[in-house]
């Protein structure tokens, strides 16, 4: 009877947990897509070693070969495998769209937060972002990379820089607009330390937008990678990435499409989902921006 009992309980939880998740993305369903997607394409990307081959290696005798059981996507100009080259692109897309996310936010979060209380410092401060803002992306790396050469820190902080003053100023408003109210002026007057203050009634606020605007940086800085490896700009062309792959495929497009719509694809897919977590992000911390569509 016991052991009935305890059948009846273990269906009964994972009917609950089953409900939940149900619930969980008909309340979120942009949420759960796109950090979903994004979540299996970092695993694809991070496990490529495991199954996708050796992405450098050559063989004149498989140019231009069709898709088949041994390359999933045929071989390019010089015999390599474009489906290796394909999930091995994945990981610089996806290692600089993240990495200039987390660092454009990082940067703007500690550069707002100071601007918006130090008015000294505000002045100077958005002047010179002001000037980064009319600085373009591509011409940034190209002239960065003409002095240093090609890199990926060189590639992650021509797209950095110029993402800085967007978040800053986000960062910015939510601070200026927060510090006057009652609860903030409370806890000062009461003897709280700017320092706590800011931990716990100025960060709070300012982290939601500063979540959206870094989906919108990464899904930014993925094409601009892209962009920037197509012109040659961006990483060097013996590096698998989705630019570099489309670059030289473009010659090809005739003989071998599979060349360029593989990592096409897989480069519409990311951004589509980074944009589908934004966009989901939004909304669940802005409800009003969901009751109006």
């Known amino acids: 009877m016991s052991q009935t009992s305890a059948e009846i309980k273990v269906v009964s939880q994972g009917r609950v947990r089953t409900r939940g998740l149900v619930r969980i993305v008909r309340r979120h369903p942009l949420i759960v897509t796109g950090g979903g997607l994004l979540v299996i394409l970092i695993i694809a990307a991070l496990a490529a070693p495991l199954y996708a081959g050796d992405p450098m290696a050559l063989d004149p005798f498989k140019r231009l070969q069709s898709p088949s059981p041994d390359m999933w996507f045929?071989?390019?100009?010089?015999?390599?495998?474009?489906?290796?080259?394909?999930?091995?692109?994945?990981?610089?897309?996806?290692?600089?769209?993240?990495?200039?996310?987390?660092?454009?936010?990082?940067?703007?979060?500690?550069?707002?937060?100071?601007?918006?209380?130090?008015?000294?410092?505000?002045?100077i401060v958005m002047r010179v972002l002001d000037g980064l803002m009319s600085i373009p992306t591509f011409l940034l790396a190209i002239a960065l990379i003409s002095l240093t050469g090609p890199g990926i820190v060189i590639l992650i902080?021509?797209?950095?820089?110029?993402?800085?003053?967007?978040?800053?100023?986000?960062?910015?408003?939510?601070?200026?607009?927060?510090?006057?109210?009652?609860?903030?002026?409370?806890?000062?007057?009461?003897?709280?330390?700017?320092?706590?203050?800011?931990?716990?009634?100025?960060?709070?606020?300012?982290?939601?937008?500063?979540?959206?605007?870094?989906?919108?940086?990464?899904?930014?800085?993925?094409?601009?990678?892209?962009?920037?490896?197509?012109?040659?700009?961006?990483?060097?062309?013996?590096?698998?990435?989705?630019?570099?792959?489309?670059?030289?495929?473009?010659l090809y497009l005739p003989i071998a499409p599979v060349m360029l719509f593989a990592p096409g694809v897989f480069l519409a897919i990311t951004?589509?989902?980074?944009?589908?977590?934004?966009?989901?992000?939004?909304?669940?911390?802005d409800p009003r921006s969901k009751r109006r569509r």
Not at 271 to 285: I, T
């Open 271 to 285: 951004v589509l989902a980074v944009n589908l977590l934004g966009d989901g992000l939004r909304d669940l911390f």
């Open 74 to 123: 045929g071989s390019d100009n010089l015999g390599q495998d474009v489906f290796a080259r394909t999930m091995y692109g994945a990981r610089i897309s996806l290692l600089v769209g993240l990495t200039a996310a987390v660092a454009a936010a990082l940067g703007g979060l500690l550069i707002g937060v100071i601007a918006g209380y130090v008015g000294s410092f505000d002045r």
């Open 157 to 250: 902080a021509a797209i950095v820089i110029p993402e800085l003053p967007s978040v800053t100023r986000l960062v910015r408003s939510v601070v200026l607009s927060v510090r006057e109210r009652p609860y903030v002026e409370a806890a000062l007057c009461g003897g709280a330390r700017l320092p706590k203050v800011l931990w716990r009634h100025i960060l709070p606020t300012a982290i939601p937008p500063l979540m959206v605007q870094s989906a919108n940086v990464c899904a930014g800085a993925i094409l601009t990678e892209a962009g920037l490896s197509f012109l040659g700009a961006g990483m060097p062309p013996e590096i698998p990435s989705w630019g570099n792959m489309i670059s030289s495929s473009r």
